[in-house]
Structure formats: C-alpha cells, structure tokens
C-alpha cells in the first residue's frame, strides 16, 4: 500500500484538472481551490536516481532522472503553485520515502525575487491554466536567477569537495515566482498522460551548470533498461 502526501492534498484536485486542449477557459487555481501545503511531507511513489553528465571537455554536470507516475508529476505540479499561492517563503522538503531512490529528499524553495532589488513585490492570487502538449524539454526565457535552478545537495545544503558528492542526497529546485511557475505549468502538462515523447527534459542553468533532470514514468524506465541490457 503506498503512503504519498502528494496524493493526499493534490490527488483530488489533479484528478479534475482539464487535460484537453479543447476547452472553453483556463482552469483557474487559486488560493482557495488549491490546498496550502506544509513544511515537510512524505511520498513513496517517487524514484530519483543520480549520476553525472559530460558537457564540455573538463566540464562536468550533475544528473538525475526522476520516475514517477504521469499523475504524480501532475501533483507535484500543483505543489509548486501551492508555494506561490501560500507565500511558502520557507524550503519546503518533500521525504521521498520509495527505498528505489538514492535521492531521499526533494527540497523546494521560492525566492521570490522581483525584477531588481527595488523592484516591484506581489503575490498573484490565481493563474490561469491551459492544458498544452508539453514540449520535450522545458523552455523559459529566464537567466541566472530568473530560470529555474536544480542542484544535488543536501539538506544542510552544503557543498563542500568533490569528495562528498556520494552524500548529495537532495535535490534542490529554487527560483523566483516566474521559474517556479514555469517549472508548475510543466509538471501539470507532463502530467497529461501522453506517450508522445518517451521522457521530458528540465535543463540545467546554464549560469550555473547546474542539475539536469529527466522525467520518466516507471514504463518508460523500464524499456530504457531493457534497452540498453539487449545483446
């Protein structure tokens, strides 16, 4: 039997949430259609894997596929409006309690970030979804600390050598309103149920060289491995 916080507080909202482009008008989530969700919860129905990607020559990149049911990206999706909407200003950790997963923990945080430092501060009260087929790889306009940013870690978010790269066990996504949003509608689109592409990308930023993540489903994954097994 699985235990999946996810499930608990989005499940119900997941499962009404149009996935046909041919609708009338956005499906709106707002504050109140869209549970608050708290500092620290728990799922099982999440695998992340890590190991490492070869950019340029002398220049190594962090990678992690993520396998997960369509449905849970879908609810993970909405956990990233959650934050938006509850001006979740804390890192919020998500336990990810399969034993499959070398990640144990998936860590969220909103930066909230104007446009500069006088900038303009405000929190939306709803955005307007409109279900679209999700493109391969996430695209976003964003730069530096206006992109969405993943990097493996841990949960004191510490760094130290090269040595600890075994103990990284968190998987970090930070950005401003924007790039989580961005990273939101993504996750709601991956979640769709189709099989039109056989993995969704989320590149690393490039200021950073940061994390690459693959999303996969358990089939997918599983057709990759025999794939790659075969004589």
Request: charged letters at 25%; hydrophobic letters at 40%; proline letters at 6%.
């Amino acid at each position: 039997m699985s235990s999946c916080d996810l499930n608990r507080l989005f499940g119900t909202l997941a499962s009404v949430l149009p996935t046909t482009e041919e609708i009338e008008e956005p499906y709106r989530l707002d504050r109140w259609n869209t549970p608050a969700a708290p500092l620290e919860m728990s799922s099982d129905q999440l695998v992340v894997r890590k190991s490492f990607i070869q950019r340029l020559p002398g220049c190594r990149g962090d990678y992690v596929d993520v396998i997960a049911p369509y449905h849970v990206f879908r609810q993970l999706g909405l956990l990233c409006f959650s934050v938006i909407l509850h001006e979740q200003r804390e890192r919020l950790v998500l336990h990810l309690a399969n034993p499959n997963s070398v990640v144990k923990d998936l860590a969220l945080r909103c930066t909230y970030l104007g446009p500069g430092a006088a900038g303009l501060h405000f929190t939306p009260d709803s955005f307007s979804y409109l279900p679209q087929e999700a493109e391969a790889s996430l695209q976003t306009e964003g730069e530096g600390f206006a992109a969405p940013l993943l990097r493996l870690t841990n949960l004191i978010d510490c760094q130290e050598d090269e040595n600890d790269w075994r103990n990284r066990d968190t998987l970090s996504i930070e950005g401003g309103r924007s790039a989580i949003a961005e990273i939101a509608e993504f996750l709601l689109n991956v979640g769709r149920t189709s099989d039109k592409v056989a993995h969704y990308i989320i590149p690393a930023n490039s200021t950073f060289f940061a994390t690459e993540a693959s999303l996969w489903t358990p089939e997918q994954w599983e057709d990759l491995r025999k794939r790659l097994t075969e004589p």
